[in-house]
């Protein structure tokens, strides 16, 4: 009888698979045996140096036997956003065993066999009966406890004549709207006075593409068992949306989700019946039994832009025993780093937890040791880590909104050094109107003026917020998006806002780059210059002329460009400068990997350009079992070479 293996390889491990994989072990139709294996692919210079986790079955039986049992499995193993790849092959021996593989909680409460009951309006299925596959019946979350069939008609009911509807109590509250949902009090992202997106919760996935715009891995990811929030751009086409939607669909960008519990998928049916494709939704961030899970596209691949949850790996002997970094506690013992998310700080605080500015290239550092942790090559400062490492002379990109943004290199020696800081732009359009009219040799800015005088009124009516990061990407599209944008797009009754966000701005040039269908665009300038600093141990010593990339805009502007070639020509250029640095110094020192990190890679025009461009040349590297920016630099901190303070 022929042996074969069902092999899933994923980004990072899944404790639903291993727990599926303990279930078939004790199945008695068949002689299974299982396993967990965590590769390294190093297999050639280009491939990508990133962790396998590889979960298996193996078994023997007949042909048409094994066929059914394959159509079962495919079943079961729902798909996950980390799931690299799965397959079926033949094997002679085998490489598994009885054993139960170890780990974390499982919280999936549906599955194939309960989702489609709930899920149906006719089934007489409550969300507290049981089922015997996954026991979701005894993993309810707070806000559904209590509530039987009646109870759901009657939130719907209210859901349907307009009423806001809040489900829970405190701090789990979860509040569902046909209306935009007013956040009072959100828990926001205070480190750079962002504000939360509005939360929307399709209830019928079928038309998802009628009201925003969804590609094929963006669909994939909200339709997996993790049910993440993804940043989708509303679908302007106006023919095809509703009056509801051309009312309420006004930003840019909204946190789209599918629903992710017993109730919702409940709430979810009876609201898709009547019509309803979709709705607004609250969730917050953290409750006492479950996380709010966003990610991002980067790199072929998705990656948290926030850890929410703890986590556990092993790891070389780091320089320190401990590190707080935000709500992030990590430590170290046996060979083991332990990150604990202080998740009471997180949801119950009346203190904002404030973001701590690292000193210099410290934080660029961080993500570079966090990422490397995710590869197995371990990489050394100074000899300090094992000395067996494949990857030796780096580069490292981080952009960040939260920490200084900068480009950072290490040789082969150890040594490291910051090659480009992100440019330090001025706290307001005043400030910036005087210094674009004092370095304006070609008198672009003067024309500019002349042609545009209301979008030079906007631009000295704009601030940046009093804690924001000036030497950050999201600063600098805000600046661009001044220049670039219709008048109308900013502006209200001829003013700009005074609670505008350069959030908010570069949400908008971000999504006026993705309207543009092209692959050319023109080339605009992100000239080096110096940094002239009066600090002798400045770690810094070269930026980017943000005065000529504005002129540049402001030129092709002049000239008649579409805005949004424009706004694309902006990411564009830009990478394709990092790509031609990045080059150089290859040449300089030799680069053998390219770590990128940070908040400002969740404008994915901005990723998917970099990427195309460096993929070619280097292997990237993507700490996928962290995120961009918080516990990544957290258990980072742990390598960084520098005494605690």
Not at 515 to 537: E, M
Request: charged fraction near 20%.
């Amino acid at each position: 009888m022929p042996k074969i293996c069902f092999n899933f390889h994923c980004y990072r491990d899944i404790p639903l698979y291993a727990d599926l994989c303990n279930l078939y072990l004790a199945d008695n139709r068949f002689d299974f045996t299982i396993g967990h294996l965590i590769n390294h692919d190093q297999k050639t210079k280009h491939a990508q140096f990133e962790q396998v986790h590889t979960y298996f079955l193996e078994v023997e039986g007949l042909e048409a036997e094994l066929g059914d049992l394959a159509d079962e499995i495919a079943t079961k193993f729902l798909y996950s956003i980390w799931l690299k790849s799965a397959e079926v092959i033949t094997i002679e021996h085998r490489l598994g065993t009885k054993n139960c593989l170890q780990h974390h909680v499982v919280n999936q409460r549906f599955c194939s066999e309960c989702e489609p009951k709930l899920s149906d309006i006719n089934a007489i299925y409550d969300i507290s009966d049981n089922c015997q596959q996954c026991f979701g019946h005894k993993k309810l979350q707070d806000y559904e406890l209590g509530f039987k069939q009646q109870d759901i008609c009657d939130v719907v009911d209210k859901i349907v004549q307009g009423k806001e509807v809040c489900l829970g109590e405190t701090a789990n509250q979860i509040y569902l709207s046909l209306n935009s949902i007013n956040l009072t009090n959100p828990i926001q992202d205070f480190e750079n006075q962002a504000r939360p997106l509005q939360q929307i919760l399709f209830t019928h996935p079928q038309v998802i593409t009628s009201s925003f715009i969804v590609n094929e891995q963006q669909a994939l990811a909200l339709s997996s068992f993790e049910k993440p929030f993804i940043k989708l751009a509303p679908n302007k086409n106006l023919d095809a949306i509703s009056e509801h939607e051309k009312q309420h669909l006004i930003a840019s960008y909204y946190d789209v989700t599918f629903a992710d519990s017993r109730l919702l998928i409940k709430i979810a049916a009876l609201l898709k019946h009547k019509g309803i494709n979709w709705l607004f939704i609250n969730k917050p961030n953290i409750t006492k039994t479950s996380n709010t899970l966003r990610v991002t596209w980067l790199d072929s691949a998705w990656v948290q832009t926030k850890t929410l949850s703890d986590i556990s790996i092993e790891a070389p002997l780091p320089r320190h025993d401990d590190n707080r970094y935000l709500q992030y506690d990590v430590s170290y013992k046996k060979n083991v780093l332990s990150c604990h998310i202080d998740k009471h700080a997180e949801v119950t605080s009346t203190t904002h937890i404030a973001s701590k500015p690292l000193a210099g290239i410290d934080a660029a550092i961080c993500a570079m040791h966090s990422g490397l942790l995710s590869t197995g090559c371990i990489t050394s400062a100074k000899g300090f880590f094992e000395a067996t490492s494949t990857l030796k002379k780096l580069a490292c990109i981080y952009f960040s909104s939260q920490q200084s943004s900068s480009v950072i290199t290490q040789n082969e020696q150890g040594d490291i050094n910051s090659f480009l800081q992100l440019p330090i732009l001025p706290q307001n359009g005043v400030e910036l109107i005087q210094e674009l009219t004092s370095s304006d040799k070609n008198t672009i800015f003067k024309k500019y003026n002349d042609a545009f005088p209301d979008t030079v009124t906007l631009v000295s009516e704009f601030n940046l917020a009093p804690n924001e990061r000036l030497d950050s990407l999201q600063a600098f599209m805000a600046y661009a998006a001044l220049i670039v944008l219709p008048t109308e797009e900013i502006s209200s009754s001829g003013h700009i806002s005074p609670h505008l966000l350069s959030q908010e701005l570069a949400n908008k040039f971000h999504a006026l780059a993705q309207t543009y269908q092209g692959n050319n665009a023109p080339r605009i300038d992100f000239p080096l210059c110096a940094i002239n600093s009066d600090d002798d141990f400045s770690v810094h010593n070269r930026s980017i002329n943000w005065r000529k990339t504005l002129a540049s805009l402001m030129s092709f502007k002049l000239a008649g460009a579409n805005p949004a070639i424009l706004a694309f020509g902006f990411f564009d250029s830009f990478t394709d400068y990092l790509s031609n640095w990045i080059d150089h110094l290859e040449q300089q020192q030799g680069i053998d990997a390219v770590v990128l990190a940070g908040s400002d890679f969740s404008y994915e025009v901005l990723a998917n350009r970099l990427c195309i461009r460096l993929g070619k040349n280097y292997p990237l590297v993507v700490n996928r079992q962290f995120d961009l920016d918080g516990a990544n630099i957290a258990i980072g901190g742990m390598y960084l070479a520098k005494r605690r303070r």
